[in-house]
Every structure is written in structure tokens, then in C-alpha cells.
């Protein structure tokens, strides 16, 4: 069977067992993310035994340190999953959710209730923890999810893949609900994104390149973000204890994250009393800050930044730092080589807070907290799925709410149109 | 300058007056609602007199009497759509408002707030009046809008532009904010949909034809729908002369549009007291059967039904008759043949009506309403852009709230993440 019908088949019985996921129970969902839980504990030697097969061609190939960390599954990371699926399954049920409801003039009753996707067909890279984080999310929402791991991981993911069907069989749910998809093949990733009238959403998760790929050629609509260049502005009114805790934190606490800060935009003003003691706190940390020439003059080990600097997600111990004359000047910064991921104003001042929150045009937009709560679970939806920055459906984290959409219904007792 | 560089200027332009946009109070957006409409009738002769050189294009070109229709703008026409500005400007403001709040654990207070989507670009056929109505929606949800008519309405659709870029500069507002494409060269489309990073989302209305190609070109988010293939189903329990008001209703009152009834299902029990008296109904409008084996039984007037008949958009007096042996043979048929826009149940049973807004995957689901009620205004969104059928952002008819998004906001205290 070539891949193209061979995915063609998956995406089929995706939407079928999609009919079958509308009517479940929150009860019966949950039962099936239990069973998950219990089986993949029970099952971990097996799942790591898989995973070793990943790990040794990966070494073979000679995967970084840090990559080789990303696909490992040993038991810590095999309970962390177990313990995931039942967070997810503690999350109340989105489907069937009535958000509004109003009555016509003419006696219809026009509500709307909340509904799954349908089928959502998930990209993503290295890690195979993550089979199962979005396999979760995707079942409670009420969707069918077809999953294209990364090359790397595939031994890991089709074992996760048999668990979690025998999981969803054993709790009398189409086990078609979750499908691996079982090729290293790219050409899977082509077909997948061309099936708009099975799949109904596509979210890629990984590089840039992966990510820009799919955005060009998917028929699907798809969720998702290229990057994240955050931002931190520094007031002239910032309390600058605050202003360095929590700069510190964005930038150092894990550089390598999409809501890790990028770029720091202080107010002159404020500048002369921050940098220099701030600079030496990130150098204490190992940060090389890459400065505009205001920066230079007060930061002696900064080095100067170029233009590719400021659209920069370095995803590293690296910052850019630019002095501004204004806070017209940040926001306009922020438009030009923002990336509309996550921007932070730290300040005292009543009026420019609340006119950051209002300009700054990004999925998340916080005064005097740390870029680093951009995180579906950090802002209390309980879990994400991934973070959009397009505008459409849902931007910023997308939890459970956002993997769902929603119909009108209407109640009527026989009207009908003039 | 090319075609490209034209619409590449005009998408720039509109991104930058978006910005303007951004911080309007609903006074200011109003204030230019108003104007509009005044300019409108003010200048109603010279619309009109540039409408005749459409229509006498269009004469010339022997397009049909209801294309003409359609293409006209008299006295009625321009007063029903400064009538029509005055009613967005009433609608309330979507933008700013705040769905929800919440406090997290470490005291970070989580919102969402409604914002503009940002850059719309809006391509349709034929009716001009349509030009205004689509700038009002999109202006009065702070959004910059690009406006690509038909090409038999080009020079009505370049006066109303100026008339709308003149209001918004006299209400002080960015007039870029509003922007006809002044060409009816086919690369205009091209160039409009290729510019994935200053339009945010494209918003296709005309023929299949249009929407397929679009779709499949655009590297923008698309929101659209390809037809309606409305269905009402006839329950063994449905009060007849109920069903026979609303069949009748949802077929004949209108049957050109979108939400008319196109395959009417029929439970076997209800069919033979229901059907032939129907059947004389539509007969004495000039509707055409076309019916399955038993609809032909029961109606001697109707032909048989094809294939083709049970996805078809006839759009005319048409209309395909089946008989099911069970409300899961009616949800069957509608999977399978239907395009997810208006369905619509008649019953007088509890759990059956239950189970059909349940079960329907469509983005409007009625008990005992006509279909003709899926509509913007007529549900009671004030007014509407077009109908969605993609499962994303916005699920059936879209108003102003549906040409927003959401952010997330964040007020901190000087948090850090662990």
C-alpha cells in the first residue's frame, strides 16, 4: 500500500471513530485515560525496551546530548506521563458546554454549545512523551487525533500508539480515535496535510523549518506558531528589584523554550540604575547580551548587536538589550520584530500598563509577571496542546476549550421566515 | 507598478491602519458609521451614475435579468444600505470586552479580551451593496479591510471606496482602514491571498468555483463556506401540518440562497400521511421532485432521484424527497451527502430532537424552524459577513464578535516562574 493511501485510510477511520467520540461522557472519557495510565505503567518495560531501539540509532547517528535527553523514556518520565493523562482526566469536560443562549423576538431559542474539531492531525519533533500529552487532550475534547512523530522516536511512538488503542478498546471507544501513524517517511507529512475533507485541523510542533513547511502546503487549516521573540519592557517607573527578578527568570530559568525572553527594551530613564547591576547578574549566569549602543556605554562586557538580533529567537543564553527614549518606541520595536508570542511591560505606572496591555498585539500580554507563564497549565487551563499565534480560533495556549469549536442549536416551535 | 506591488502596498497600508484601529473608542468607529451613511445619500447620484456604466457593461455583456438585479444600485438599493450602516452602528462595540477572568494559586490574574483580528481581506461576486455592508462590519470590529469585488461592479465599487475613505478621514480614522482594489484583473485575487504576513484571514463569498480556488491558493487562513445543502428530516412524531409550513418555508421562500431547504427526509411512517399533501404544495409553487423509489410511490408528480441529487446545491425549485426507515438512516444520509450548514429536525419527540442536535454535525441544528432562520441577523448577531462550515474560529455565521479574536491578559505582582 503506498503511504498516500495508506494515511487516505487512516484519516477515513479517523472520521468515523470521530462520529463515535461526539456522544461520549465525560465518564467514559475518563475511563479510557485511566486504563491509559494503569497500562503504560504496567507496560514499562516493554515501552522503554522500544525506546532503547530509538535511543541506540539515534547515538549512532550521532544525536546531541540534548536531543538524546528529549527522546528518552525511562521510568520517571513513563510515571510523569501517567500522572499527565489523569491531570487530563481531573480537567472538567469542554463538550456540551452551552457558553450563551438568548431568545428572538419571534420565540426561537439560538444557543450555542460547544463541540469537538472532528480530527486533528498532530506534527511534531523528537519527543515521544508527547504521543500521549496530545492523544489525551485530543480524546477528552471529544476529537479523533492522528499522530506524525518525529523519525527518531518512532519505535517509542508506535508501542505508545498499541497501548493507548487498546486503552480506548477497553473502555468501548473506537480505537481509531487515536492513531500513530507508522512511517519515518516525510511523504506521510505531504499526505496528511492535503486531506481537507477528513482532517479538520492540522497542529504542527517543532522547528521553524518543519512548521513553515507545513503552513505552505497543508489544504488544512493549521494551528500553530513560528517562533517565540519575547519581549520584557522595562518603565521608567519600574520597581527594578522586580524589574531583575523577573527579567531574570524569563531570560535564564530555561533559555530554551518558546516563552523564554528574547529581547530586554529598558526606558532611558531607567537604564543607568538597571543595566549595569542587572548585566552582572545575567553574566554570573553565563547570558551574553548583544547591545544597542546606549547598552554598550553602560554594560562594558556587551557586545554590539546587529540588525538579525532583534527578530531573534535565540533559544540560548543570549539576550538582545535595547535602550528606548520612550514607551512608544518599545511598542513600536515590539510591532516591527515582535513575533506576537508573549511581551511583558514591567511598571508602576497605571496609565502605560494598561495602554501596553491595549497596543501590544500578542497571544499574551502581562504587566510585572515573567514571559515564562505562557503555558496553557501556567495560566490554568490545565494542559496545552501548543501555543497559536495566528489570529484565528484560538490565540495564545491552546487547552481543551481550544481543541473544541462551537455550533448553534435552535429551538423552535414552528416559526418560520417572512 | 505591477498588480503585486499594488496589492502589496494596499496590504502594508492596511496593516499599518490597524494599528489605528486598534485603540478606537466605539464613539469614533460610530461617528464614521454615520458619516458614511450620510455621504451615501448625499451622493447618490453619482453612485447611480457609475453603477449605470457597470450595468450598461453588463447589459452588453448579456449577463442574465437576475445578475442585473443583483448588480443595481437605485434609490432603494443605497437608502437600504445607509439603513444598514446605521444598524452596525447601533450593534454593540465586540472589541474590549472581557469573556472571562480568573486568579491563579500564585495570585496572577488571567484574562481574555477581545481584540480585532487585525487585516481582513474580503473577496466576493457581483452585488456592490455588499462593498458597504463589509466595511461597516469589519471597521465596526476594529479590523483593516481590503475589498475585492466583482469585476462587473468595478466602477460602482471604486465610488463607494472613496466615499468610505473620505468618511473615515473626516471621523479622523486611518482611511486605509478601508480599501476597495480599484482592478479586476484575476492577479489581484493572487497576489491578495499570497500575503500571509500583513492579511490575517480571507473571507471568500460567491460561487463554489471562487471559494475552491481560493481555498487552495491562499497562504491566509480562509473562512468560508463552499455550499448549503440544507436538510430537514420529518419525524414519525412531527406535527404535519407543522412540517408542511416550515418544508414549504424552507424550500420556496427563498430558494437561491445558502440556508434553502435542498433534500427533504421523510421517517416512512410519517411519509404516506405527509408526502402526497406536500407534494401538492410544492406543485402549486413549481417545485420539482425528485424523489427516491418510495417518494415516487407516494408522489406520482416526482422523478426520479440520481446520485448527484443527494449533495447537490440546486440554488431553484428543485427539490430531492427521501423516505428513511429510521432517524439513523436520516443522520447517515446527512453525514455523508450534507455540507455541515442548516439542518433541521421536525418532532414532537423529547430524546429524538435531543439526539438529532447532538448527533448533526452541522454548524446550525434547529428543532421545528425553518432552515432560511441561519442568518446573522435573523439568529440575532445583528448582522453577518458571510457563514462559515470550517470547524475553525467560527462555526456557522459570522457577526462582528466572529470577526474578532481574544488575547490573554495577565496582571502580575512580580511573579516568577519556579
Redesign the interface.
Known amino acids: 500500500m503506498s503511504i498516500e493511501s495508506m494515511i487516505g485510510t487512516m484519516a477515513k477511520d479517523a472520521r468515523t471513530a470521530s ?1 463515535g467520540l ?2 461520549l461522557s465525560r465518564g467514559q472519557k475518563d475511563d479510557a485515560l485511566f486504563k491509559m495510565a494503569e497500562k503504560l505503567l504496567k507496560r514499562r518495560e516493554i515501552i522503554t525496551a522500544e525506546n532503547q531501539r530509538d535511543l541506540s540509532a539515534a547515538r549512532d547517528a550521532g544525536l546531541s546530548p540534548a536531543m538524546l535527553d528529549r527522546l528518552t523514556l525511562n521510568e520517571a518520565v513513563i510515571g510523569a506521563m501517567a500522572d499527565g493523562l489523569r491531570e487530563v482526566a481531573s480537567l472538567p469536560d469542554p463538550v456540551g458546554a452551552y457558553p450563551v443562549m ?1 431568545k ?1 423576538p419571534n420565540g ?1 431559542q ?1 444557543g450555542k ?1 460547544r ?1 469537538p ?2 480530527v486533528i492531525g498532530f506534527i511534531f519533533e523528537s519527543r515521544p512523551n508527547v504521543t500521549v500529552d496530545a492523544a489525551a487532550l485530543c480524546l477528552k475534547a471529544g476529537n479523533a487525533v492522528i499522530l506524525k512523530g518525529g523519525s527518531e522516536a518512532i519505535h517509542s511512538n508506535i508501542a505508545l500508539g498499541e497501548l493507548l488503542a487498546e486503552a480506548l478498546n477497553e473502555a468501548g471507544i473506537p480505537q481509531k480515535a487515536v492513531q500513530v501513524i507508522p512511517t519515518t517517511e516525510r511523504a506521510a507529512v505531504n499526505a496528511l496535510i492535503s486531506l ?1 475533507d477528513d482532517i ?2 492540522i497542529i504542527p510542533r517543532g522547528g521553524e523549518g518543519l512548521i513553515r513547511f507545513v ?2 502546503h497543508s ?1 488544512v ?3 500553530k506558531h513560528y517562533k517565540g521573540v519575547c519581549h520584557v519592557y522595562v518603565d521608567q517607573s519600574a ?1 527594578l528589584n ?1 524589574a531583575k ?2 527579567c ?3 531570560k535564564v ?1 530555561r533559555p530554551g523554550v518558546c516563552n523564554a525572553l528574547e529581547t530586554l527594551l529598558v526606558h532611558e530613564d531607567a537604564a543607568p540604575g538597571f543595566l549595569p547591576e542587572m548585566a552582572k547578574e545575567y553574566e554570573s549566569a553565563g547570558v551574553e547580551i548583544r547591545g544597542c549602543p546606549k547598552t554598550i556605554d553602560l554594560v562594558p562586557g556587551a557586545v554590539a548587536a546587529t540588525e538579525s538580533d532583534w527578530p531573534a529567537e535565540f533559544l540560548d543564553l543570549i539576550l538582545a538589550v535595547k535602550v528606548v527614549g520612550s514607551m512608544d518606541e518599545a511598542l513600536d520595536h515590539i ?1 516591527t520584530h515582535g513575533s506576537q508570542h508573549t511581551e511583558a511591560i514591567i511598571t508602576n505606572d497605571y496609565n502605560r500598563s494598561q495602554r501596553f ?3 501590544v ?10 514571559t ?3 503555558d496553557g497549565n ?3 487551563l490545565g494542559a496545552e496542546i501548543g501555543i497559536n499565534t ?4 484560538a ?3 491552546m487547552g481543551l476549550e481550544e481543541l473544541t ?13 417572512d
Open positions: 462520529r461526539r456522544g438568548w428572538r426561537l439560538v454549545v463541540i474539531l472532528g481537507d479538520d485541523v503552513t505552505e489544504r487549516p493549521v494551528l520597581s522586580m527578578e523577573i531574570f527568570n524569563a530559568q510591532e496591555l491595549a497596543q498585539d500578542s497571544s499574551v500580554v502581562m504587566v510585572n509577571a515573567s515564562r507563564f505562557n501556567q495560566l490554568g495566528s489570529k484565528l480560533h490565540f495564545g495556549p469549536t462551537t455550533k448553534f442549536v435552535v429551538y423552535g416551535q414552528g416559526q418560520i421566515r
